[in-house]
């Protein structure tokens, strides 16, 4: 009994007697069984976050926000990559419920009629982060990516911008702010945007082959919309190497304000989320359900800001 006192609570055993127990674990090699350990406390200490990619620089700072966050409060981040599709997302989410994680968080809230049964049928906290419903699963912390589109619409408009090019990927969420922006554009008279689609991940050599590909067109646009700011990154650097003025002959807007947009140059134009914010918040609803507490506001809008800077 001391020695599980001195492994899984520490601080209520004396120092002295702490450090023999850890001086023997050092010396056998000892392994804590968690999964027993879990059986009998009933928690794993776990928290599964899924997200669709890590090699997209938009979610880097959410994921360590909640390792960080999880860390510190003595829990573990089961990190998992479900890709973009709901049959990936669901197979992983089923695989992840079957090693019993005290909570999960998911990107997004489109999942498949099977995935929101299995999620709800587990009775575990939920939060789902980067985007905003009424009606999330359980909690929800994220923001409208309707209204990004319509602001940066809104925006490039009142910079007197009339020919839109877009330079897009397929996700859910970025086609929600790319229906924003051509809706906006509909309502004030604009021709829709001509647009080229490109694969994830978004990369600085895609945006720059899809604004090669743009400029090469019959209507060269005034001004690129970027669902990103690498793809933002490319476009200008495509643009500067045919001889082109950024803004002045073409204007570049991003998305993201990742950590190069306000260094680049010139520097890019682009819409930033609190990508740290999401990830502690979500962190603290999770942990505050989980130690029995009342969530006040399961939904948060964590908001945007709109960046104005060189390159629109």
């Known amino acids: 009994m001391t020695v599980s006192r001195a492994i899984n609570t520490p601080q209520v055993v004396r120092p002295k007697t702490v450090e023999k127990v850890m001086a023997a674990v050092r010396a056998t090699g000892y392994i804590p069984n968690a999964l027993a350990g879990g059986l009998a406390s009933k928690r794993s200490k776990l928290i599964a976050v899924v997200v669709p990619q890590i090699n997209n ?13 999880l860390a510190r409060r003595g829990y573990h981040m089961l990190l998992c990559v479900a890709g ?4 990936s997302e669901a197979e992983i989410v089923t695989t992840i419920l079957s090693r019993r994680p005290d ?14 049964k299995t999620v709800l049928n587990a009775s ?3 939060v789902e982060i980067w985007d905003l419903t009424p009606t999330p699963l359980d909690m929800l912390v994220g923001f409208s990516h309707a209204k990004v589109g319509y602001a940066i619409g809104q925006y490039l408009l009142n910079k007197g911008y009339r020919r839109f090019g877009l330079i897009w990927t397929e996700d859910r969420r970025a086609a929600q702010r790319k229906n924003g922006v051509c809706e906006l554009l509909a309502q ?6 001509t ?6 991940p978004a ?3 895609l945006g720059r082959e899809a604004c090669a590909s ?3 067109s019959d209507a060269v646009p005034d001004v690129l919309v970027c669902s990103s700011d690498t793809l933002a990154q490319g476009a200008i650097v495509e643009a500067m190497h045919r001889g082109m003025r950024v803004p002045e002959d073409i204007a570049v807007m991003g998305f993201g304000d990742l950590d190069f947009a306000a260094f680049h140059e010139p520097a890019i134009t682009t819409v930033g989320i609190d990508r740290w914010g999401v990830g502690k918040r979500a962190t603290d609803m999770l942990l505050e359900k989980l130690a029995g507490g009342f969530v006040s506001d399961p939904i948060v809008d964590v908001g945007f800001v709109l960046i104005e800077r060189h390159s629109a």
């Not at 973009?84 to 049959?87: F, I, N, Q």
């Open 57 to 69: 620089s938009m979610f880097v700072d959410t994921i360590q926000s909640i390792s960080d966050e």
């Open 103 to 116: 909570g999960i968080v998911l990107t997004g809230i489109h999942h498949s009629p099977e995935l929101r």
């Open 188 to 193: 004030h008279g604009v021709d829709t945007p």
């Open 214 to 216: 743009l400029l090469e």
């Open 195 to 200: 647009e080229v689609l490109v694969p994830l």
């Open 124 to 126: 575990i906290p939920v």
């Open 84 to 87: 973009y599709t709901h049959e």
């Open 203 to 205: 990369s600085l050599k």
